[in-house]
């Protein structure tokens, strides 16, 4: 039933490691993003892909790599990481990239690095 | 400069009064969609309302409408007949026709607080 689901829900590890975040969306849409939700709620797009293919690149750090297999999942691998990753990470999906069409979030990943 | 600015980081609403959270806006393309989200403590965010800068009509879904002053830069969300599930986290966001990507740029939102 869920239209955008996010795995984990909770991801507590230490600085260094390498993790991922997997995002699935069964709404047939063709585009998805990733945004990041920091301590003061604010947010901000990391990345966003149309059709597999990267549209925005966010000057987000290399360390940050997202990948999308298919167009239902765009999933987020976030190498060595810091302290300042710590934050709320939100997968959402669109139709496509008209102005009207609606973005739809996952549940999002709450990460914490220790 | 702030794209989206949200005023107010604190309201407070009585049950069952309308209540309206600011949001003004500032871009250079003529062409550009505004959207509010809720966010409620169990985190997740729920799409409300969008407006686009053509709509001759301001945005109505419910008991949430949107008063969009095109000239003032303005797309305020007037929440009527405030319910205690109400109490969340708004946030307004727009996107930009030019910027191909789809990107949401959000405001700082703004916490509703509704009393009994």
């Known amino acids: 039933d869920t239209a955008v689901s996010q795995t984990p829900k909770y991801l507590v590890t230490q600085m260094g490691n390498d993790k991922s975040i997997k995002c699935e969306q069964n709404l047939g849409h063709d585009t998805m993003y990733w945004y990041k939700q920091d301590s003061k709620k604010f947010l901000k797009i990391m990345f966003s892909y149309n059709n597999k293919e990267l549209i925005i690149n966010e000057t987000v750090p290399n360390r940050f790599s997202p990948k999308s297999p298919d167009k239902a999942h765009l999933n987020l691998h976030i190498n060595s990481l810091e302290l300042g990753d710590s934050a709320v990470y939100f997968c959402?999906?669109?139709?496509?990239?008209?102005?009207?069409?609606?973005?739809?979030f996952g549940p999002g990943t709450r990460l914490t690095v220790l | 400069a702030q794209k989206i600015t949200q005023t107010q980081p604190g309201m407070f609403v009585q049950e069952k009064e309308a209540v309206t959270l600011d949001c003004t806006y500032d871009t250079s393309d003529p062409s550009y969609g505004l959207f509010w989200y809720k966010q409620p403590s169990s985190g997740e965010m729920i799409f409300l309302i969008y407006?686009?800068?053509?709509?001759?009509q301001n945005a109505t879904e419910g008991r949430y409408s949107l008063n969009f002053q095109k000239a003032r830069k303005s797309a305020n969300l007037v929440i009527s007949a405030s319910q205690l599930g109400d109490s969340a986290m708004y946030f307004c966001?727009?996107?930009?026709?030019?910027?191909?990507?789809?990107?949401?740029?959000f405001g700082q939102g703004t916490e509703l607080s509704v009393k009994p």
């Open positions: 407006q686009g800068s053509y709509d001759q």
């Open positions: 966001a727009m996107r930009e026709a030019y910027n191909q990507g789809g990107k949401l740029i």
């Open positions: 959402a999906s669109s139709l496509g990239l008209l102005l009207t069409d609606t973005q739809y």
